[in-house]
């Protein structure tokens, strides 16, 4: 078989042509294209790369978000709880209070009732007591007592200090007519001798004594003249007993009756100087 050298040089020259045209129109367009996909590739793959990190970023920022949300939450959980439970404290210690000042208010009302009721059933006995032991007093009054009260005048004359005799000494002299000598009882002949022997053993110059009755006078004498008066009755000790027992009433707690531990003090009714 004969070669054709002439067509395998054509052929040779339109190989190497068509490489030449293969190279310049499509192997270097086909290598940019490749290099450029690979340069897109590999800006792609630097920007997923930046947005992993970036997305880290915000799942780290996220986390430590939710991690102050969370650990604010639970503060504010926590405050809620300690305010609610403060309110609760607080409702609690207004509720005993009030329970307690309700209480405490009931409680004086009934003790002011109670005083006020005892003080009333005191004055009530107070009162029928004193009736009582004037009514007594008076029905048992007889000449031994009436005696009795004639020395204590007596003693209460010889007694009286000098001022009170130059008082007395005046007011007779002034008017000896108006000496009297009042009792509840009426007097022996016995007894007005000695009390009129004993106002001139005294110095006084007293003439006729008059002696009269005293309905008023519950177990008493009385000798007075122009005003001026010398007395001992035993109804001056009850109505002083009685002012004693109106003083405890009026200065008298209203949170409790006032225990009366020791016996009331009573002085005899004083010399009445006029």
Known sequence: MLIDWFTVVAQLVNFLI????????????????????????????????QRQAEANQLGADL????ADFDQHSLALLAQAAADAQAERLRLLDKGRADDAALQQGNLDALR???VR?????????????????????????????????????LRRLAALNT???????????????????HSALALDEDQQTVLTQALRDAG???GALRFE?????LCGIEFSVDGWSLAWNIDGYLKGLEQCVSVLLQAADMTAPPPISQPIAVTAPPVVVA
């Open 213 to 217: 009755l005293a309905a008023g006078l």
């Open 63 to 66: 986390a430590a978000k939710t």
């Open 163 to 181: 001022a009170a005799r130059t008082q007395l000494a005046l007011a007779l002299a002034a008017a000896p007519a108006s000496a009297v000598v």
């Open 112 to 114: 002011a009732e109670q």
């Open 204 to 206: 006084l110059g007293v």
């Open 18 to 49: 068509l490489v030449w045209l293969m190279k310049r129109f499509l192997y270097r367009p086909i290598l940019a294209a490749i290099a450029g996909r690979e340069q897109r590739i590999a800006a792609q793959l630097a920007d997923a790369v």
């Open 117 to 153: 009721l005892c003080q009333a059933v005191t004055v009530q006995a107070s009162q029928e007591v004193l009736a009582l032991t004037r009514r007594v007093l008076s029905e048992l009054a007889d000449d031994s007592m009436q005696a009795g009260m004639v020395r204590l005048l």
